[in-house]
């Protein structure tokens, strides 16, 4: 520029006569570009063109990598670092913007629908915006990007500080390079606020970085959300600092040399460069880094409340009345409202349950180990019994210690106001607020949890905690009251939220991990941003706080055990075995304790709030573990269908923990995600469970169960990983498996998932122990194992078709399962025998499974059997030989029979004609017998001529059986003729 000066001189030499030499106030100096070797030359610039003449000439510059330290400027007269004068500040080498009027130079902002789905949604407005002391982020499901481009001539970093509390918004920050390379995907996500504002800082490369500030908030709903906060953003590294700038209004530096402005305390104010705070008139009031002061408003009641004071030496209490601090009103104006009168003093309620009065200073104490009380006096708990400790609040007499309350106000320092829940006797309620949009929060913290000696000895796995509470809202605006729960005091997730006016009423949550120690109740009285004070009389009130199995906690009672006669070592507690019950009963000697067996294929499960066990049945096909403290299902069940047949099936193949979605799912303004369910099915004790996780806050979150739910925001989203965020548990405990479409009040519609088979499907049950407003008897889900021989894959699993997100209601869950592994196994039943003609001697027996094919697994199919036979020839051939032959036998048997009943109708003619006509009289027979074929005689007279085969018959009878000729003998009147004869002859 010097020389250039020079030159337009000698061509208007006339001109550069006339002007005048330049004074330092007509000049700035600036650097040249840095060379390859880093140097610079320093040269002054007129800050008007053709106005003077004469500049200083160029000197060599210090070396591009110099530069200044926090507080302190480049004077580039000298080329010395200087300090800054009181009311300003510097970086040195860096730059800070913490005023955020408008959008300062360099920034850059825009809105852009990131889905990559065809849907037509206007991102343009969402962008981010200034805000005077911070830029917020848009509210809608766009997302939103803020970038800031930065030459750095030396390594640096950027810092900036964040307020972040809405889990349902993704916000990332990212730096690019010269090559468009983005920074580790692994620490670009902004974790959730751990205070108030958040400090975030990334170390930065020499050359070029471009700055990313970008987030999408995620309402299902369609409802607006709460945005992202930014402020105080500083950059070390770039070139020199020439100046310092002045402290902006409602801060201040009281010394040279400052990096940073101060903030200006309540009631002061300060203007543009200030090194020191003013104190505001007594009729006015300003908030913390106040530019001015405000006039104070009159008074009214809703800048007071009441509250109970401590108890006195005496044990007495009253009613008194506040304000609230700071106080901004003014009690003296006219028309303002007096702080009311104390209350006349009354006697203190007791302690809380597990706490005792104590004499010396008035105050509630905890009672020792072993010792309970119910607020009143400590006793020692009876041997055989444990104290069930734990914590109750339902005396407010004063704010426990564990307990904080607070005003969560993004634009303010959490200083502002403190006063947020305040104790009343029998409640604790939410006092009137500065503004109607204030978070009030009361905060509760726990060191821990364990479970009784007794059970945790037996190895047994219940609840580790249960937390209740009763409260109640009244409201005219649409107020919110969130019940949340987190790892400490500001990493907190919402369990629930209820809206506008809700009665008395209780809520439990289940505590699964030793690690949610913190709870936090929030009361909002509108999200309407307004300055106005309208709702000041909405209020939430909670009457009672109650959480079991807490570490250093106190006990309101003792529970019983069994007593053995070895004791053990740290406790007096001695539980029964497994499978036994206590049970207390009364005699001659007083009241005993005995252990009793619990009925087959039964647990012992505690119940609430007692803690006191009980036996509890198993569900069908469900068997109790060694421990009996947990029903299971070995994956293998017996199904007895309508026609009687007993179906064996194992599902030991599906035991696997499965993970599916759903379909694609789009909120009002356009935006992708996904339901992702984890699914375990059945298995053994210690087998690995479902668990569904949160990726976006700090610490994560992980919840176990058999079947739980996340909510996955695609890949698109968020440029790198899938994020999963609000998963909670559907079913943790297996309660049955069966064909029933109806166990335990949860109902499984066989229209959800239509089926023509007659083979039923086997439904499992499960149910969840937490409970929320909307189901107050707890998430269930049924999953229908249908048989499909034909599907090859393990997981295929669906939703219906009607209620798209598994549920219909919000409550119960459906799930079908279709897969070849859900078929009963496979018995003789299931195939049919195929026997074959005879061929060549060979006949062959084939097995085939029956049509619809409805088994696998179990019996395999037999293979082919083949045996000899014989053909039909030849059998026909040996049946007519054989019929044959008996034809001619029946012929011979006919006509041997005929002739015998021919013989002996002669004989009997014989006789008769013997017996001389007599009836009735027969002849006396003079033989011993006559036997057949022996009286030749009538064998003469029967036949003219005897045949071959009597021939062989008579001879046959000639010799009887002992060798002997047989003698016919004849009868008495052949032997007296005789006998006549001779007398004659004689």
Same mark, same amino acid.
């Given at each position: 520029? %010097?020389?250039?000066?020079?030159?337009?001189?000698?061509?208007?030499? &006339?001109?550069?006569?006339?002007?005048?030499?330049?004074?330092e106030?007509?000049?700035?100096?600036?650097?040249? @570009?840095?060379?390859?070797?880093?140097?610079?030359?320093?040269?002054?610039?007129?800050?008007?063109?053709?106005?003077?003449?004469?500049?200083?000439d160029?000197?060599?510059?210090?070396?591009?990598?110099?530069?200044c330290?926090?507080?302190?400027?480049?004077?580039?007269? $000298?080329?010395?670092?200087?300090?800054c004068?009181?009311?300003?500040?510097?970086l040195?080498s860096?730059?800070?913007f913490?005023?955020?009027?408008?959008?300062?130079?360099?920034?850059?902002?825009?809105?852009i629908?990131? =889905?990559g789905?065809?849907?037509?949604?206007?991102?343009?407005?969402?962008?981010?915006?200034?805000?005077?002391?911070?830029?917020?982020?848009? /509210?809608?499901q766009? /997302?939103?990007?803020?970038s800031?481009?930065?030459?750095?001539?030396?390594?640096?970093?950027?810092?900036?500080?964040?307020?972040?509390?809405?889990?349902?918004?993704?916000?990332?920050?990212f730096?690019?390079?010269?090559?468009?390379?983005s920074?580790?995907? #692994?620490?670009?996500?902004?974790?959730?606020?751990?205070?108030?504002?958040?400090?975030?800082?990334?170390?930065?490369?020499?050359?070029?970085?471009?700055?990313?500030? !970008?987030?999408?908030?995620?309402?299902?709903q369609g409802?607006?959300?709460?945005?992202?906060?930014?402020?105080?953003?500083?950059?070390?590294?770039?070139?020199?600092?020439?100046?310092?700038?002045?402290?902006? +209004?409602?801060?201040?530096?009281?010394?040279?040399?400052?990096a940073?402005c101060?903030?200006?305390?309540?009631?002061?104010?300060?203007?543009?460069?200030?090194?020191?705070?003013?104190?505001?008139?007594?009729?006015?009031?300003?908030?913390?880094?106040s530019?001015?002061?405000?006039?104070?408003?009159l008074?009214?009641?809703?800048?007071?409340?009441?509250t109970?004071?401590?108890?006195?030496?005496?044990?007495?209490?009253?009613?008194?009345?506040?304000?609230?601090?700071?106080?901004?009103?003014?009690?003296?104006?006219?028309?303002?409202?007096?702080?009311?009168?104390?209350?006349?003093?009354?006697?203190?309620?007791?302690?809380?349950?597990?706490?005792?009065?104590?004499?010396?200073?008035?105050?509630?104490?905890?009672?020792?180990?072993?010792?309970?009380? &119910?607020? /009143?006096?400590?006793?020692?708990?009876?041997?055989?019994?444990?104290a069930?400790v734990?914590?109750?609040?339902k005396?407010?007499?004063?704010?426990?210690?564990n307990?904080k309350?607070?005003v969560?106000?993004?634009?303010?320092?959490?200083?502002?106001?403190?006063?947020?829940?305040?104790?009343?006797?029998?409640?604790?309620?939410?006092?009137?607020?500065?503004?109607?949009?204030?978070y009030?929060a009361l905060?509760? $913290?726990?060191?821990?949890?364990?479970?009784l000696?007794?059970?945790?000895?037996?190895?047994?796995?219940? @609840?580790?905690?249960?937390?209740?509470?009763?409260?109640? #809202?009244s409201?005219?605006?649409?107020?919110?009251?969130?019940?949340?729960?987190?790892?400490?005091?500001? *990493?907190?997730?919402?369990?629930?939220?209820w809206?506008?006016?809700?009665?008395k009423?209780?809520?439990?949550?289940?505590i699964?991990?030793?690690?949610?120690?913190?709870?936090?109740?929030?009361?909002?009285?509108?999200?309407?941003?307004?300055?106005? !004070?309208?709702?000041?009389?909405?209020?939430?009130?909670?009457?009672?706080i109650?959480?079991?199995?807490?570490?250093?906690?106190?006990?309101?009672?003792? !529970?019983?055990?069994?007593?053995?006669?070895?004791?053990?070592?740290?406790?007096?507690?001695?539980?029964?075995?497994?499978?036994?019950?206590?049970?207390?009963?009364?005699?001659?000697?007083?009241t005993?304790?005995?252990? @009793?067996?619990?009925?087959?294929?039964?647990?012992?499960?505690?119940?609430?709030?007692?803690g006191?066990?009980?036996?509890v049945?198993?569900?069908? &096909?469900?068997?109790?573990?060694?421990?009996?403290?947990?029903?299971l299902?070995?994956?293998?069940?017996?199904?007895?269908?309508?026609?009687?047949?007993?179906?064996?099936?194992?599902?030991?193949?599906?035991?696997?923990?499965?993970?599916?979605?759903?379909?694609?799912?789009f909120?009002?303004?356009?935006?992708?995600?996904?339901?992702?369910?984890?699914?375990?099915?059945?298995?053994?004790?210690?087998?690995? #469970?479902?668990?569904?996780?949160? =990726?976006?806050?700090?610490?994560?979150?992980?919840?176990?169960?058999?079947?739980?739910?996340?909510?996955?925001?695609?890949?698109?989203?968020?440029?790198?990983?899938?994020?999963?965020?609000?998963?909670?548990?559907?079913?943790?405990?297996?309660?049955?498996? *069966?064909?029933?479409?109806?166990l335990?009040?949860?109902?499984?519609?066989?229209?959800l998932?239509?089926?023509?088979?007659?083979? +039923?499907?086997?439904?499992?049950?499960?149910?969840?122990?937490?409970?929320?407003?909307?189901?107050?008897?707890?998430?269930?889900?049924?999953?229908?194992?249908?048989?499909?021989?034909?599907?090859?894959?393990?997981?295929?699993?669906?939703?219906?078709? =009607?209620?798209?997100?598994?549920?219909?209601?919000?409550?119960?869950?459906?799930?079908?399962?279709?897969?070849?592994?859900?078929? +009963?196994?496979?018995? %003789? %039943?299931?195939?049919?025998?195929?026997?074959?003609?005879?061929?060549?001697?060979?006949?062959?027996?084939?097995?085939?499974?029956?049509?619809?094919?409805?088994?696998?697994?179990g019996?395999?199919?037999?293979?082919?059997?083949?045996?000899?036979?014989?053909?039909?020839?030849?059998?026909?051939?040996?049946?007519?030989?054989?019929?044959?032959?008996?034809?001619?036998?029946?012929?011979?048997?006919?006509?041997y029979?005929?002739?015998?009943?021919?013989?002996?109708?002669?004989?009997?003619?014989?006789?008769?004609?013997?017996?001389?006509?007599k009836?009735?009289?027969?002849p $006396?027979?003079?033989?011993c017998?006559?036997?057949?074929?022996?009286?030749?005689?009538d064998?003469?007279?029967?036949?003219? %001529?005897k045949?071959?085969?009597?021939?062989?018959?008579?001879?046959?009878?000639e010799?009887?059986?002992?060798?002997?000729?047989?003698?016919?003998?004849?009868?008495?009147?052949?032997?007296?003729?005789?006998e006549?004869?001779?007398?004659?002859?004689?």
């Open positions: 520029m %010097h020389l250039r000066q020079l030159l337009l001189c000698l061509l208007f030499a &006339n001109a550069c006569a006339d002007l005048p030499i330049c004074k106030s007509d000049y700035h100096f600036e650097y040249t @570009e840095c060379d390859v070797l880093g140097s610079r030359w320093r040269v002054a610039i007129p800050n008007k063109a053709q106005t003077c003449t004469d500049l200083p160029p000197v060599k510059g210090t070396q591009c990598t110099f530069s330290n926090e507080g302190e400027f480049l004077d580039m007269q $000298t080329q010395l670092c200087q300090k004068t009181a009311g300003t500040h510097s040195g860096g730059v800070a913490d005023e955020w009027d408008q959008l300062p130079t360099g920034f850059a902002t825009f809105g629908n990131t =889905n789905w065809d849907v037509h949604t206007d991102c343009s407005n969402s962008t981010w915006a200034p805000m005077g002391d911070y830029i917020s982020s848009n /509210t809608d766009c /997302t939103a990007t803020l800031y481009s930065v030459e750095l001539k030396k390594p640096g970093s950027v810092s900036f500080e964040y307020f972040y509390s809405d889990s349902s918004i993704y916000f990332e920050f730096v690019q390079n010269d090559q468009c390379q920074t580790d995907s #692994t620490s670009r996500w902004m974790k959730i606020s751990e205070n108030d504002w958040s400090q975030h800082e990334v170390q930065l490369n020499k050359g070029n970085n471009v700055l990313f500030w !970008r987030t999408t908030a995620y309402s299902l409802q607006a959300g709460n945005a992202v906060l930014l402020r105080n953003i500083a950059i070390s590294g770039v070139a020199y600092t020439s100046e310092c700038f002045h402290c902006k +209004p409602g801060t201040y530096s009281a010394k040279p040399g400052a940073r101060a903030p200006c305390p309540a009631d002061t104010y300060s203007n543009k460069g200030a090194t020191v705070c003013q104190q505001c008139e007594p009729d006015k009031y300003a908030e913390v880094s530019g001015s002061c405000k006039v104070r408003p008074c009214t009641n809703s800048d007071y409340f009441f109970h004071t401590p108890c006195d030496a005496n044990g007495k209490t009253q009613l008194m009345y506040k304000w609230i601090e700071p106080k901004i009103c003014s009690e003296t104006a006219k028309g303002s409202v007096k702080l009311p009168a104390s209350g006349e003093k009354q006697t203190c309620p007791p302690c809380n349950p597990g706490f005792y009065m104590s004499n010396t200073s008035s105050t509630c104490q905890p009672c020792s180990d072993n010792f309970y009380s &119910n607020g /009143t006096v400590c006793q020692k708990c009876p041997v055989g019994t444990e069930v734990g914590l109750e609040y005396w407010w007499n004063t704010m426990p210690s307990m309350t607070s969560l106000r993004a634009d303010l320092d959490d200083s502002v106001r403190h006063t947020a829940w305040e104790v009343a006797g029998e409640y604790v309620y939410t006092t009137p607020g500065d503004r109607d949009t204030d009030l905060r509760l $913290t726990v060191p821990g949890y364990r479970l000696k007794s059970l945790a000895k037996e190895g047994q796995q219940g @609840e580790l905690s249960r937390i209740s509470f009763v409260f109640e #809202t409201c005219l605006a649409d107020c919110t009251f969130i019940f949340m729960a987190g790892f400490h005091r500001w *990493n907190h997730k919402v369990v629930e939220l809206k506008g006016t809700n009665r009423q209780s809520y439990s949550y289940l699964h991990s030793n690690a949610t120690v913190s709870f936090s109740w929030t009361f909002q009285r509108t999200d309407n941003s307004t300055t106005e !004070r309208k709702y000041s009389t909405d209020v939430a009130k909670i009457f009672s109650r959480i079991s199995n807490v570490l250093e906690g106190v006990a309101s009672h003792c !529970r019983q055990c069994a007593i053995t006669s070895r004791p053990d070592d740290d406790s007096t507690c001695v539980p029964c075995p497994p499978g036994h019950l206590l049970v207390t009963k009364k005699g001659g000697e007083g005993k304790a005995t252990c @009793e067996p619990c009925p087959a294929n039964s647990i012992v499960a505690a119940e609430w709030p007692t006191d066990p009980a036996c049945t198993c569900g069908p &096909n469900m068997n109790n573990n060694q421990a009996y403290t947990e029903c299902s070995d994956c293998k069940a017996k199904v007895q269908t309508t026609r009687g047949t007993l179906l064996h099936y194992d599902f030991s193949l599906l035991s696997n923990v499965s993970t599916f979605q759903s379909g694609a799912r909120t009002s303004k356009g935006l992708r995600y996904f339901h992702q369910f984890s699914l375990a099915l059945c298995g053994k004790e210690g087998q690995a #469970t479902a668990t569904c996780l949160d =990726n976006v806050t700090e610490h994560g979150q992980m919840v176990r169960g058999h079947v739980c739910q996340s909510l996955v925001v695609p890949s698109d989203i968020r440029s790198q990983n899938m994020v999963a965020s609000q998963p909670f548990v559907i079913g943790n405990v297996l309660i049955g498996v *069966n064909t029933d479409t109806v335990a009040n949860i109902s499984s519609p066989p229209w998932f239509p089926y023509t088979s007659d083979l +039923p499907d086997v439904i499992f049950y499960y149910k969840s122990t937490e409970t929320t407003q909307a189901c107050k008897r707890g998430r269930s889900a049924t999953v229908r194992l249908r048989c499909d021989p034909e599907m090859s894959a393990i997981d295929r699993i669906s939703l219906p078709s =009607n209620c798209s997100e598994g549920t219909c209601d919000g409550c119960t869950f459906h799930f079908l399962w279709q897969s070849q592994h859900a078929c +009963p196994l496979c018995t %003789h %039943h299931n195939y049919r025998v195929i026997v074959s003609a005879c061929e060549q001697g060979i006949q062959r027996t084939t097995y085939v499974w029956r049509q619809p094919r409805q088994c696998y697994g019996e395999a199919l037999p293979g082919q059997k083949v045996n000899a036979c014989v053909t039909l020839d030849f059998w026909l051939k040996v049946g007519v030989s054989t019929g044959t032959f008996a034809a001619v036998l029946l012929v011979t048997l006919i006509c029979f005929w002739k015998k009943t021919r013989k002996l109708e002669y004989k009997y003619s014989k006789l008769m004609m013997s017996s001389g006509g009836e009735c009289e027969l $006396t027979a003079d033989s017998a006559i036997m057949e074929g022996e009286d030749t005689e064998d003469l007279l029967h036949l003219t %001529h045949n071959f085969f009597n021939k062989m018959k008579a001879y046959s009878h010799r009887t059986s002992d060798g002997f000729d047989s003698v016919p003998l004849k009868s008495s009147s052949s032997h007296l003729a005789r006549q004869d001779d007398s004659d002859d004689a």
